[in-house]
């Protein structure tokens, strides 16, 4: 069964009033993973659905949720699918798909039946998905680490040094409006996304993973002249408003998992905001 929760898009100005609780409660997702279930967050932030599948020791289909009144959950929709846990697959319309760990499926628009499993219940796959309302069917695609392209950027000097992997990017995989990738910080590293970046044209989604026990990232959030923290434990997410800049520092070593939807398909457009400017 799907579990879902709601969240409605917040303006700019309402925003510079929230305190702790409400800027977790509007932009923090604290549970992404639940045992056999499949969890998501329908935002209305270009209604990106947030969420993740854990099959254990049984078969977890993906099933429409009420917010859609879709006959099926990819009727109008793709989806994206990142695996942070064990081996596992993914069983589409019939046709199944290994993904081992740190492996992606792209689905796109009318596949009928998704359904996961786990190679090993010992060790369950872990499927942190993005989904977006799609306006036609691009073909399914799995995607590796070694399809993907890599941006390295940052260096040990401005403790930033990490690798961009694009997953779900123009060039690999054809998409409606979904991007994804997963950014891995070199050891030593804590800063990710600094310099800070906005783009109104897009939304997105961070997912933090591998955190280590105990420790946390810092998510800053806001325009750069208004900026907020949240933090955020091991697995999970944040939903960063097209007026928000997203960005993060560790106290420990950690990966996350982007996610985008909105105007254009163009990782590169974004605006910069240099850290001696920002508030
Ligand atoms: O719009 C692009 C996204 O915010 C991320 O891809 C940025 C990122 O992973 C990083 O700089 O570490
Ligand atoms: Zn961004």
Not at 27 to 51: D, Q, S
Not at 100 to 118: C, D, H, M, P, T
Not at 198 to 204: A, D, L
Not at 234 to 254: C, D, F, K, L, R
């Amino acid at each position: 069964m799907n579990i879902i929760e709601e969240r409605f898009a917040v303006h700019v100005d309402d925003y510079k009033h929230y305190d702790t609780d409400k800027l977790r409660k509007h932009f923090l997702i604290e549970k992404i993973f639940a045992a056999n279930e499949v969890l998501f967050t329908y935002t209305h932030y270009e209604r990106i659905m947030v969420g993740g599948a854990m099959p254990v020791d049984k078969k977890v289909p993906l099933e429409p949720v009420y917010q859609q009144k879709a006959d099926f959950f990819l009727e109008r929709r793709e989806l994206g699918a990142i695996n942070v846990g064990g081996a596992g697959a993914i069983t589409v319309d019939g046709e199944r798909y290994e993904i081992a760990s740190k492996e992606a499926l792209y689905i796109g628009r009318g596949a009928k039946e998704v359904v996961f499993e786990s190679n090993d219940a010992g060790n369950p796959a872990k499927f942190y998905m993005n989904s977006a309302p799609a306006h036609r069917t691009c073909p399914i695609k799995k995607v590796g680490m070694s399809d993907a392209k890599v941006l390295e950027m940052g260096s040990s000097d401005t403790c930033n040094e990490r690798k961009i992997n694009q997953l779900l990017i123009s060039g690999v995989v054809e998409t409606c409006q979904l991007q994804m990738g997963m950014t891995e910080l070199q050891p030593g590293s804590i800063w990710n996304t600094m310099p800070v970046h906005t783009h109104s044209r897009r939304m997105e989604a961070y997912f933090y993973f591998n955190i280590p026990e105990e420790q946390a990232v810092c998510h800053f959030m806001g325009p750069a002249d208004e900026t907020r923290h949240i933090w955020v434990g091991n697995e999970q997410a944040i939903v960063s408003p097209p007026w928000s800049m997203h960005s993060g520092v560790g106290t420990a070593n950690y990966t996350f998992i982007w996610g985008m939807a909105g105007e254009n398909l163009d990782y590169t457009d974004m605006d910069f905001h240099k850290p001696h400017t920002l508030k």
